[in-house]
């Protein structure tokens, strides 16, 4: 409580900061992210208590209502739903079985991914389509058409250069090319299954997906080196049913330039084979949580902070793109000057900040002030676009974008959207951290002098062409130049 009253009485004018006003506030946020954390508490309860957090499913709802009661718990008081219609895709069940050598199907684990058709039964050959990349498809001219794609999710053995694509693009990319299936390779040991959309339009697509374990599929390719053909049978059950989902928005009200808005968002939403503690727990409770510690320390920034839980991220950016979408129609997208995005964040490193110019020169003081008052934090930096996550639809709209730079480590990435990512891979330390360093940098930028504008249409251009998200972002009929 004393960081509290330090920080209210040397910072009495919330326009005239000093830097030892800033760095009396920062010591504060340090130790209120240390000293009483909850984010791990919340997400135990979670985990345990609502289990995954689909979007559209009972459990989602409950995980929207619990976030909407727990920023009241965390002292915030401007606190609302924000709902958004959209298609919500349930699993019900999914099989394939491969042809033996002497034609009995042997059948082999497998979940679906995410936006695949409500039933499917198909059956044809298999055509190892590698690492699944432009080049792969091309190269196999029309082998691929009338059968079932082969593809890893991970590259292997790629040449030079080579750049992974989503999975969505490389379903994307079969269905040009005429496959009526795709069987994708996780690269995980231990037969861990993966899942997570196959969609690029967000819509439901009209092939059925799949992915199966690393040594099954390598017992796959054995066969196939052999120049054996092999037949494939898939089968799935899911449904697609219209929905209506809630972001959870909290605001904590600038003062004199309350008109600006930071966004701090991360997804509430997680896939449905285990909790997602990781993906995305692990950032949204720690949103929570920061909001909690903002309040606990009585701050007030100069510009308004929206501390934003959206829903539908996994199946494709869904509470984020309608957020935006009725922003941008009502000119409140203006006043958003940069969105700080935590999807698996934990521990962070440094920050990666794609944006005008300015807001690198601001990022670099922030971190170099922060590294002033804690040697041990790395303060790495970046300046890279990126896609499937939260801050994509801000960032297509001009709006400057953070993320912090993490390393959760293999034993946390080996569980991505699969059946193990739950509550065991989670170190409340890396939360507390999230609540630090974010809770740093947030409140240096929602107290900094000037926030540059939105970037130039064309700047934005050539800066996604420079950073490779020009094919990406047209497979994705998102390319708008
Ligand atoms: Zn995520």
Redesign the pocket.
Same mark, same amino acid.
């Given at each position: 409580m004393v960081g509290i009253f330090i920080a209210l009485l040397i910072c009495p004018q919330p326009s005239v900061r000093s830097q030892t006003c800033d760095t009396t506030t920062l010591r504060a946020i340090e130790r209120e992210a240390v000293r009483a954390p909850m984010g791990y508490t919340w997400l135990e309860w979670s985990t345990r208590s609502i289990g995954h957090r689909l979007t559209g499913s009972a459990n989602g709802r409950r995980a929207e209502e619990s976030a909407d009661s727990l920023f009241r718990v965390a002292g915030m008081r401007h606190v609302a739903f924000s709902p958004f219609q959209a298609t919500a895709w349930q699993r019900y069940s999914a099989g394939i079985s491969f042809a033996g050598p002497d034609g009995v199907p042997v059948p082999c684990p497998t979940v679906a991914l995410a936006m695949t058709p409500d039933s499917a039964d198909i059956r044809a050959l298999v055509v190892d389509v590698g690492n699944g990349l432009a080049t792969d498809f091309d190269s196999l001219d029309r082998a691929v058409h009338g059968a079932i794609a082969l593809v890893n999710l991970h590259l292997s053995n790629a040449p030079p250069g080579a750049v992974n694509l989503h999975r969505s693009e490389k379903v994307a990319l079969a269905i040009q090319h005429g496959a009526i299936g795709v069987v994708f390779a996780n690269a995980v040991d231990g037969g861990v299954l993966l899942t997570g959309t196959a969609s690029v339009t967000n819509q439901p697509i009209a092939i059925p997906a799949v992915c199966i374990g690393k040594e099954d599929a390598a017992r796959l390719r054995e066969r196939l080196v052999m120049d054996k053909p092999v037949h494939a049978h898939i089968t799935m059950r899911n449904s697609s049913i219209p929905i209506t989902a809630r972001n959870v928005l909290a605001t904590l009200h600038g003062t004199d330039k309350a008109e600006d808005v930071i966004v701090v968002g991360g997804?509430l939403d997680s896939w449905d084979l285990a909790t997602g503690a990781t @993906?995305?727990g692990i950032?949204s409770y720690s949103i929570i949580d920061l909001a909690r510690c903002y309040v606990a320390l009585g701050l007030r920034p100069r510009r308004t902070i929206v501390f934003a839980l959206f829903m539908g991220?996994?199946q494709g950016l869904l509470g984020s793109t309608a957020l935006v979408n009725e922003w941008a129609r009502s000119g409140q997208l203006d006043h958003v000057k940069c969105m700080i995005n935590l @999807?698996?964040s934990g521990d962070p490193s440094g920050f990666n900040a794609f944006g005008p110019e300015h807001l690198r020169t601001l990022v670099s003081k922030a971190q170099q002030d922060m590294r002033a008052l804690d040697t041990t934090y790395a303060a790495r930096a970046s300046d890279a676009p990126w896609l499937h996550?939260d801050h994509q639809p801000f960032m297509l709209h001009g709006v400057a974008t953070l993320n912090p730079i993490c390393d959760l480590g293999e034993r946390v990435y080996r569980c991505y959207h699969s059946d193990c990512d739950d509550l065991r891979l989670v170190d409340p330390a890396v939360m507390a951290s999230n609540v630090q360093r974010v809770g740093e940098m947030l409140w240096l930028l929602a107290n900094a002098d000037d926030l540059p504008d939105h970037f130039k249409d064309e700047e934005l251009r050539s800066r996604l062409v420079a950073g490779g998200l020009e094919e990406k972002l047209r497979l994705h009929g998102e390319w708008r130049w």
């Open positions: 997804h @993906d995305n950032g991220e996994e @999807d698996m996550s």
